[in-house]
Every structure is written in structure tokens, then in C-alpha cells.
């Protein structure tokens, strides 16, 4: 992680205790014009472009209590600096989760995560924050703090702002309380894990999870050195490239069959699968949630493909660097590549005129999660094209935030 | 609409779809002067059925030419005034947009144009092992265009979510005639999340002409039961017991004594007649937990006084099980002439509270109120039974349902939980936000559709109808129309 002073251009910091004293605060800022850049756990602020102004940074880890826990209703409503863990740590004592894999649990917020949409392998079973976020209030480039959706898990009253803040990247307004709605623990989890030679191999597995009767929670296909000596996975021999990795949760007997199921289900199409040590599957999962965020990888990028065509564009990536590490959320179609290697020509470069087309090739598109060097990055590079509705969003940005204060320059908008 | 202008609109339009394309003459344009919600209604001027995107566009472009109010309309089966010609002007009907034109599995998603029926979805994907979750109750009629607009849920929302967690994608004409994609057929959109801001905005912000949708894997097997209560409190634990135990039902549906008696007048399943509520209990997925889980649930039902517990027997009786559920409203044409379906939702918890309201309120006004909900989402559906051509019953009905829907918002719920605001609801809204949501909203509704000639009038209470205005006064036929008191009931 890079050192906070070094990715915001910061006049000051400012820690408010609540969301009165944040509404006043972004106010003062509107009057005097003045950037304004919210700080969850600081654990995502190299995501997006490097911010040219100087500005306030807006702390958001006062705001951190748990506001109604309702645990018969499944949901909770709490401020939006809590940690990730912290609101593990709550749910926990109900035997309920927010199903999401989220890496730096203990640092991340969950406004942060919001902002950002950030999620992990169990997508594949459980989607992401856009599935789980039911009412939210934000405050908005003018100081005012407007809400949306509510605290019933079932509501279509007025626009979805839920929806909207997502994946915002605090743009619109600054996330300062949610109500999300949660799950019960499931009761048991395994891996099934399956070695393969080449991305053809992977593709035959992964394509059998098409008709399989199991139902997974995850479906990715790992490769690369961060995955060759793991301590669930055991040593991959050379000559094999990767591994596909298949997890489930639910009760115990379903559980139970739906691993006995996948593993009769690749011994007959020629793949050889291992049923992870039971003692090594919490260790596994939060390996895969932390994988995007580990380690010193000059870049990390995301791209999002129809899944049948993840193979074809890990096999471009491959080509640039044979040596990066590759986390595939593969039955969703996402591809986090953590590259070192990227020839000559300038990074920019590499994504607008290589990776982005090759994502769009495959109907999807490539952004990057974190690049060491992030000056060097243009808008173009980052979030690749907004496509034809790229002009609704700058009016929508226009009107939530008209001196367009809030995280300036760093999202995908335009000029 | 000025007399002069439709003529050389209506030309125009033929222009666009051809002389079968549209309809100008009053008897015509009766059939759409309002959907499922009657109380209040309006003719459209014109009513004009594109086939293509690019008809939709231009359709658009005509009525901004002509500064007329343009609305569209699935199947017209909106019980909130969604697709209410609120001014007149131009109605967009998209029913002849009827295609499925892929079906993915590999890839695990379906693009259909708006038009298409939601039950044609799952017809086509029969025997493929996926289907298509969001399942209204009126999906044998109901379109997937429709669906979005509204975000609808049904009875399988519990466990599989709304319209908005499995759309991709759209594609859409914009309120100046621009045709957009937002999303597609991967799962991240570039950029904000339009997908999810257009999902559920009732037709006001763009008009959506294709979808991609999330295709779902079918689950192996499933198990439904039909708990029998001697009182609607004891089946409403009983809903909070199986989500506390941490099961997750595919579906958690209550029907009351009132709406058993015609729904077993109509179909014949073999209801207790006698008894006070029946919780309809489905799970879902892989064969080897649902034996364990049917067990516990029957457990639970138990507990909380259930005097037994049915489970269908086979495939057959279950789809008869379905059918009396999905066509709950439809035997309420047994126990009187009209009825009026409210769509408020509480927390689970709030369920018994509720119930007992809701017969407290139906004594206060002299109304005869029946209940079936999505329990397990909290999703309230009491049905109010009077005769339209009473006035004095139809004020008392009005009454009965602000009131509960007051009580919904009082016990942290929603007015809505599936048909929208409409034109309906629009007085709740400032009852459940505050003047910045709304004055959000607004912001919101503004970026999308500056004159506010798509879809005036509906969802927020400042909804600008700038192109209903005529000479910088509002339209008269929009005052008329959307005054609350309902001219119907006057």
C-alpha cells in the first residue's frame, strides 16, 4: 500500500464525529470551492486516477456505530466508516455475514467498499455490495445529505440512489450511513481444486459448470507464481498452469454432495480434482479475498468478459507477461491480473492499445485497480470508455455535485 | 394536445411505424386510459406500437417536434398509474417488441426485447436447466419491459432478489431521442451504475427497448408445504422463526381466511375453509439438504401453533399450489365487484403488528379488507373489496389504504414494495423522505429528462411537466388529473 500523503494531494485532514458535523463540513468546502477527498480505510485510494488538486481529506472513521441491528429482519443499518471487520464482528453474534470477500477486512470500510464496489470470489453465489446495499444517505457536493431506499429488504419507492453511489467512487456524495441486508452463516464450506495443464483444460472444467447440479459460491481459476506453492493448493508441478478451484457453502450434507458430485463430475472429463484439506479452507478463502491487494505487483488490473472468453484474454495477458499472477472470478467472467512486465511503450499505452481492445473484443471492458507510478495514468487508461452514456453520467455528476468538489478528477467522468 | 397539432402528428407517426402502427380514434384509445390501478384515468391522444430501437427514437424525436408528453407501456398490468397518460400526448405501447434474441447459457444471460412476456422467457428456457427468477404473480401477462420499469419482485424475490439483481444490461432511448447501452452482457458496467438507476425509475428517466438478463441455474429440487393456522399472529411468527433458524425459503407466501374462501371457490385445492391463515413454504436447491430443511421448517410451524402441515405431493399439486397463489387476485372477482390492492411492506418482524392494523382499520372505515403478502420479505398485499360506483365506498377505501400505508412507514417500511409510485403514491413520498431526497430525485430525473415530457407527473410530488405546459401554464388535463382525491371517487 502506498503511503497516504503520497496519493492525496491533502491541505488538511478533518475527522468528523457525525453526520451533522460531515454535512457542515462538506458545506464550508462548497463555499470556498474546495476539494474534498473522503478517507475510508485508506486502503483503496490508488484506485482511480491520481487527484491534481489540492484539497481536504474527509476521515470517515468517527463514523463508525452500529445504528439498528434488527437480526430477525436481516439487516443492519450502520455508519459507513465502520471496518469490514467490525461489522463481521457484529453480525457474527447472530450467525449472520455480509457474503462478500473483502480484502484488509480489519482497515476497509464499508463505505469505502460501497464506493468502490469491491467484491471477491463468492460473487459467483452471492453477487456483490450492489446486491446487498438497501438504503443508503450520502451527502452531496453542496453539503446536503439526501437518502435513498430504506430499511426493509423488499422497496421501490423513488430512484435507487443504492444502486447509483455504488462504484461511485464517493463522487456523488459522501456515504455516511447504510442499511444492508445480510445472510445467515452458512453452516459448513469446502473447496474442490483441480490442477490444469493448459487454458484449454481450464475452459473444459469451467464449461462443465455450466450444466453441473451443484450450486457454488465460487468459481475461479488461479494462476501465476502467487498461487504455486499454496498451502491449500499444494505445489503446482511445472508444466501445469494453473489451478480451478470450486467452493461451496451451505449445510453439511448438501455440501457433502455437491463436492462428491464435481469430483465424479471432472474425473470423467479427464481432470484429476483434490478436495481441499478442511483445516486449510478458511485459509484459502481469505487468500483468494486478499489476492488483489498483496504483495508489490506494479499493476493490477480488472477486466470483465463474458466468461467464455476469460480464457482467450488470460492468454493475451500471458503473452505480455508470463509471469503475472492471475485471479479469475472465472464463472463470472473477471480477470484481476497483477502484471510487472509490460514492454515498452508506457503503461497507458499498453492498456488503450492492447488490453482495453482485447477486453471489447470479448464484450467487456479493463480497468485498472493499481498502478505504483499512478501519474502516469490517464483517464482513458484507468476506466477505459463510458460508452455512448458517458454524457448522462457528467450531467448527473453536474448535478449532485456542481463545483465538482467531491474526489475530483479521479473517477471516469470527462474533462 | 392542440387540435391542430395531432393531426400532423398522428401522419407523422404513421410515417414512422405504418398506418397499423397507430391508434387516434377515442374508442381505440379507451383501452389504454389507465393500467391495473382504475381509479384514475386518462386518454392518451395517440398510441403508437414501434417494432424496431430506432422507431422508439424517432417516435420520441416526433413528440418533442410537437412538445407533447410521450409515455411508455408494457402489458398495462402496473397497479400504481405507471404508464398513465398523464396530459395525454403519445402513448409508446412496446408489446410488438416481442423478440428473444439470444439465449446464452454458457454465458449465463438472455437479451429480450421489452415486449416480451415475462412467462415466454421461461417457456423458451425450459429444459435448459436455467430459467429466469423474478417471477410476478402476473408473469403470464406482465413483460419483462415492464418488469424493469418497475423492478418487480414475486414470490421467489426472498431468496433470488428483484428485476435489478438480474438485469445486466439495457438498452434504451433517451427523453431527446438518443438510443444508449448501459451495461451488456458482462457484469460491470463502465462508469456509474445507470443500469441500476434506470431499473425501477417507473419510465421516467429513459425508455428501455432490449434487456440483458441474468440467467439462473434451476435447483435440483425443491420442497413446498402448506402450513394451516387457527390465527394469522401464530403463522406470522412462524415466518420470523424459519428466517431466525437461518433457513432462507425460495418463497414464504400468506394467504388469510378471506381471500382462501375464493381462492378455493376457484380452484378447488382442498382449503380448510375454517382456518385463520395458510403460510405457503417453498425450499429450494439441491436434493441432499431439502429433506433436513422441509423437516425443520415443519418443526418450526409447529412450534408456533400451526395445526398441521401439508407438503404437495407431487409436481402436479404444487403447480395447483402456485396457481392458487399467482391467481389470488383474480378470485377476489368472487367476493366483489372492485378491489383495490395495496403494496406496503414492514420489516419481517413488524408482520403481526401489521396484520392486526389492518383489521383494526378495515372496522374503523366498514371495509372489508383480505390479505395475501410476500411474508417473507414483508411485502403486504391487503386487498380492499367496495363497488366502484359508490363514491362514498371508494372515499372510504382511499382512507383506509393511507392509513395503512401511514402504519407501514411508521414501522420503518415502505408504501411500495413492487408496483411503485406511479401516480398513485406520489402523496407518500414526502412521508417517507425529505425534501433533499426528493429535491435529489429531482436532480436525478433532470439529468435524464430536462423538459420532463417522458413520464410526467409520476413518482415525485415536484415532478416538472415542463412539456405539459402551454404557454408557461400547466396543462390543464395534468392539474385535473393528478390532483389527490381522486376524480374517480368524485
Not at chain 2, 333 to 350: A, F, H, I, M, W
Not at chain 2, 419 to 428: A, P, R, T
Request: proline share 5%; hydrophobic share 40%.
Amino acid at each position: 500500500m502506498i503511503a497516504l500523503t503520497e496519493l492525496l494531494p491533502l491541505s488538511d485532514t478533518l475527522t468528523p464525529a457525525d453526520q451533522a458535523e460531515l454535512t457542515q463540513i462538506v458545506r464550508e468546502a462548497y463555499v470556498d470551492a474546495t476539494p474534498i477527498y473522503p478517507i475510508g480505510g485508506g486502503t483503496s485510494l490508488d484506485f482511480g486516477l491520481a487527484p491534481r488538486d489540492a484539497g481536504l481529506g474527509l476521515a470517515m472513521r468517527g463514523l463508525k456505530r452500529v445504528i439498528d441491528y434488527p437480526a430477525r429482519d436481516m439487516t443492519i443499518t450502520v455508519e459507513a466508516g465502520i471496518t469490514i471487520d467490525a461489522l463481521a464482528a457484529s453480525l457474527a453474534k447472530e450467525r449472520q455475514w455480509l457474503p462478500i470477500d473483502l480484502p484488509n477486512a480489519h482497515q476497509a470500510t464499508l463505505g469505502g467498499v460501497i464506493a468502490t464496489n469491491t467484491y471477491g470470489a463468492r460473487r459467483y453465489g452471492n453477487g456483490t455490495m450492489r446486491d446487498y446495499v438497501i438504503g443508503i444517505a450520502a451527502v452531496d457536493g453542496r453539503g446536503s445529505m439526501f437518502h435513498g431506499g430504506g430499511r426493509v429488504v423488499k422497496n421501490v419507492a423513488g430512484y435507487d440512489f443504492c444502486k447509483l453511489l455504488t462504484g461511485s467512487l464517493g463522487t456523488l456524495g459522501v456515504i455516511t450511513q447504510v442499511t444492508l441486508k445480510v445472510k445467515p452463516r452458512p453452516e459448513c464450506s469446502r473447496f474442490v481444486a483441480c490442477r490444469v495443464r493448459n487454458l484449454q483444460a481450464a475452459d473444459r472444467l469451467l464449461e462443465s459448470m455450466v450444466t453441473t447440479r451443484t450450486m457454488p459460491a465460487a468459481v475461479e481459476l488461479l494462476i501465476g507464481p502467487a498461487w504455486q506453492n499454496d498451502a491449500a493448493l499444494g505445489q503446482l508441478p511445472a508444466g501445469e498452469i494453473g489451478v480451478v478451484v470450486v467452493g461451496f457453502e451451505g449445510t453439511e450434507p448438501e455440501v457433502a454432495w455437491m463436492v462428491s458430485t464435481l469430483f465424479n463430475q471432472w474425473h470423467r472429463l479427464g481432470g484429476n480434482p483434490v478436495a481441499v484439506p478442511d483445516d486449510q479452507t478458511e485459509g484459502l478463502w481469505t487468500r483468494l479475498a486478499q489476492f488483489p491487494v498483496e504483495g508489490s505487483a506494479a499493476l493490477v488490473i480488472k477486466a470483465s468478459l463474458r466468461p467464455s472468453r476469460t480464457q482467450n484474454f488470460i492468454a493475451g495477458i500471458l503473452q505480455i507477461d508470463p509471469s503475472c499472477d492471475i485471479q479469475s472470478h472465472a464463472g463470472n467472467g473477471n480477470v484481476i491480473a497483477r502484471l510487472s512486465q509490460f514492454g515498452s511503450g508506457g503503461i497507458s499505452n499498453l492498456l488503450v492499445g492492447a488490453l482495453q481492445p482485447a477486453a471489447v473484443e470479448h464484450d467487456g471492458k479493463v480497468i485498472v485497480l493499481s498502478y505504483n507510478q499512478p501519474s502516469e495514468l490517464t483517464r482513458q487508461a484507468v476506466w477505459g470508455s463510458t460508452g455512448d452514456a458517458g454524457s448522462i453520467m457528467e450531467e448527473i455528476k453536474r448535478r449532485f455535485d456542481p463545483k465538482n468538489l467531491l474526489n475530483r478528477g479521479r473517477f471516469a467522468y470527462a474533462g | 394536445m392542440s387540435a391542430a397539432t395531432l393531426p400532423n402528428l398522428v401522419d407523422e407517426l404513421r410515417g414512422v411505424v405504418g398506418f397499423d402502427g397507430v391508434l387516434a380514434a377515442h374508442a381505440d384509445l379507451v383501452v389504454y386510459e389507465c393500467d391495473g390501478f382504475v381509479i384514475e384515468k386518462n386518454c392518451p391522444d395517440v398510441v403508437v406500437f414501434p417494432r424496431t430501437s430506432q422507431q422508439v427514437a424517432d417516435i420520441v424525436r416526433l413528440a418533442n417536434k410537437h412538445g407533447v408528453p410521450f409515455v411508455p407501456r408494457g402489458a398495462g398490468t402496473s397497479l400504481a398509474g405507471g404508464c398513465l397518460p398523464v396530459g395525454g400526448g403519445v402513448m409508446i405501447v412496446l408489446t410488438r417488441m416481442k423478440a428473444i434474441e439470444e439465449i446464452n447459457l454458457r454465458d449465463r444471460y438472455a437479451i429480450v426485447q421489452p415486449g416480451v412476456v415475462n412467462a415466454w422467457l421461461n417457456q423458451a428456457l425450459k429444459g435448459t436447466g436455467y430459467h429466469y427468477a423474478p417471477d410476478p404473480s402476473s408473469q403470464g401477462a406482465c413483460t419483462i419491459g415492464g418488469n424493469v420499469a418497475t423492478n418487480s419482485g414475486g414470490p421467489h424475490t426472498l431468496k433470488y432478489g428483484v428485476t435489478v439483481n438480474h438485469v445486466l444490461g439495457v438498452e434504451a432511448v433517451l427523453p431527446d431521442g438518443r438510443i444508449v447501452q448501459v451495461g451488456g452482457p458482462t457484469e460491470d458496467s463502465a462508469g456509474l451504475d445507470l443500469v441500476g438507476a434506470i431499473v425501477g425509475s417507473e419510465g421516467t428517466l429513459a425508455i428501455v427497448t432490449k434487456a440483458w438478463v441474468r440467467l439462473t441455474r434451476d435447483p435440483e429440487g425443491c420442497r413446498t408445504m402448506l402450513g394451516v393456522y387457527d390465527s394469522v399472529d401464530d403463522a406470522s411468527n412462524t415466518i420470523s422463526e424459519i428466517i431466525g433458524a437461518g433457513i432462507i425459503p425460495a418463497a414464504l407466501e400468506m394467504m388469510d381466511q378471506g381471500i382462501l374462501v375464493a381462492v378455493e371457490q376457484a380452484f378447488n385445492f382442498g382449503f380448510p375453509l375454517d382456518a385463520q391463515a395458510i403460510l405457503l413454504i417453498e425450499v429450494d436447491g439441491v436434493e441432499a439438504g431439502l429433506d433436513a430443511q422441509r423437516d425443520r421448517i415443519i418443526e418450526l410451524c409447529k412450534k408456533c401453533g400451526a395445526r398441521e402441515v401439508r407438503q404437495a405431493k407431487d409436481a402436479a399439486e404444487r403447480l395447483l399450489l402456485w396457481k392458487c397463489r399467482k391467481q389470488a387476485f383474480g378470485a377476489v372477482g368472487r367476493l366483489s365487484p372492485s378491489y383495490c390492492t395495496q403494496d406496503g411492506v414492514v420489516p419481517r418482524t413488524k408482520l403481526p403488528h401489521i396484520s392486526r392494523r389492518i383489521r383494526e382499520i378495515g372496522e374503523k372505515y366498514s371495509v372489508r379488507i383480505v390479505n395475501v403478502f410476500h411474508a417473507g420479505d414483508g411485502n403486504i398485499h391487503p386487498i380492499l373489496l367496495f363497488d366502484e360506483r359508490d363514491p362514498e365506498q371508494i372515499m372510504r377505501v382511499l382512507a383506509a389504504s393511507t392509513e395503512i400505508l401511514d402504519e407501514c412507514i411508521n414501522c420503518g417500511g415502505s408504501v411500495t414494495g413492487e408496483h411503485g409510485i406511479g401516480v398513485e403514491k406520489i402523496g407518500f413520498m414526502h412521508k417517507m423522505f425529505t425534501i433533499e431526497d426528493i429535491d435529489a430525485m429531482e436532480r436525478l430525473r433532470m439529468a435524464f429528462n430536462p423538459d420532463g415530457r417522458l413520464s410526467p407527473c409520476k413518482m415525485l410530488p415536484t415532478a416538472g411537466a415542463c412539456g405539459m405546459e402551454q404557454n408557461g401554464k400547466p396543462h390543464e388535463k395534468a392539474i385535473v388529473q393528478i390532483r389527490p382525491g381522486r376524480r374517480a371517487a368524485l
